[in-house]
């Protein structure tokens, strides 16, 4: 059974625009409003952000409350995240919020948006700060049962999302081996119990950083792999098979190739992603590197790649990396200066590569792990498929004794 398909639009009662506050107004930032950002979309259901805001505030900016029960859609930076309101929340202009008609499911049509995230990203505009118009979220088809098989359907995806949940969370602690084998091996760099010297990056790095392709979405395709964000996890190119392609000349492949052992750093992002590194394994064709990044490659009768890479994704160069920020509009960016700049300890070669081989090892596993998550992934895509065009309705209310 195929369901009828309807614009958002068409469902929504209304579209609430966010905004930012000014942060030159201190009291606006004392108040017991919940403000969020795209960056607090993290989970189904908002209840609150990182920051509060007063009343006044609102009054006297273009944030709005977006009520509780509606839907928020994250329209820029971080574009296609979705979530429920689970309270009267305010929001940024990195999220727009949909108040829907009566007859329809938030859930559900939160579900379905989420299953356009593709349609999304692939008519995002901007060269740095990528979003989605207004007119193109109203434009955006959903299919739309009647509201009982809404909620059916909301039923299954739930026990669904169970499971991935119970993954994330494993996913999340085992990201914390690598920084704990780090700290175990070589000491918080805080307080530098060993007494090792400290240096500033720069005087590592042998070569760059240089920052990456810029190119449009009309470019990509068919063509040169290139590797975005998304395509390393824990510190290791991982996603190889996976990466998009575009169209590009032999001199801008011969710029922003990359090679063995080179850094990657992601320079432009939104707080919680800014300085996510990660080595450059051996390549099979060549692969070039987004504007969003920066690469490098440092002088291995030094210092090591991979550890290296594990320092940056210490708490304590994190932290470095967020002090050196430059902020606007909710979006953080480093420049190659800071990365330069960024201190790190300099354990000698033998004690490195000892941290190395451990690390390598840890991360065979969370890749098998990170393997195990996308096949996950597909298969409860194929289930929100195969839910939104009925065909598993019928079969599932069987086996659970729903009329």
Known sequence: ??????????????????????????????????????????????????????????????????????????????????AIAGADIAISQDLTGIILKEGTNADFVAAAIRQKTKN??????????????????????????????????????????????????????????????????????????????????????SEGPQNGLYKPASSYGKGTKILRIDGFYSGEVSNLDNLKRLKISPEEIAKYG?????????????????????????????????????????????????????????????AEILSKAKRAINQASINQQDVRGLTILLPPLADQERFVIAASKIRTLLSRSESERVKLEILFDALIHRAFSGNITASWREAHNIS
Not at 131 to 157: A, H, N, T, W
Not at 289 to 302: A, G, Y
């Open 258 to 318: 990359l090679e063995e052992s080179d850094i990657v750093v992601n320079r432009v992002n939104s707080e919680e992603y800014l300085g996510k590194s990660a080595i450059v394994p051996a390549l099979s064709e060549p692969v070039v590197f987004e504007s969003n990044m920066m690469r490098f490659t440092v002088d291995t009768s030094q210092v090591l790649p991979g550890f290296v890479v594990a320092h940056l994704q210490t708490s304590f160069t994190k």
């Open 120 to 205: 999304l990203l692939d008519i995002q505009q901007g060269a740095i700060i990528k979003g989605v118009l207004r007119k193109d979220v109203e434009k955006l088809e959903i299919p739309l049962p009647p509201l009982s098989e809404q909620r059916r359907i909301v039923e299954i995806l739930d026990q669904a999302d169970h499971l991935r949940r119970h993954r994330a969370k494993a996913d999340t602690k085992a990201e914390r081996i690598l920084p704990a084998l780090f700290i175990k091996m070589f000491g918080d760099p805080r307080t530098n119990p060993r007494k090792l010297p400290i240096i500033e990056l720069g005087e590592v790095i």
């Open 1 to 82: 059974m195929e369901w009828p398909r309807v614009r958002l639009g068409d469902v929504a009662q209304e579209f609430i625009s966010g905004g930012t506050p000014s942060t030159r107004v201190e009291h606006y930032w004392t108040g017991d409003i919940p403000w969020i950002t795209g960056a607090d979309v993290t989970d189904n259901v908002v209840v609150a952000g990182r920051k509060w805001i007063t009343r006044e505030a609102i009054d006297n900016s273009a944030t709005h409350v977006v009520p509780k029960g509606a839907i928020l859609l994250v329209t820029r930076t971080g574009v296609g995240k979705v």
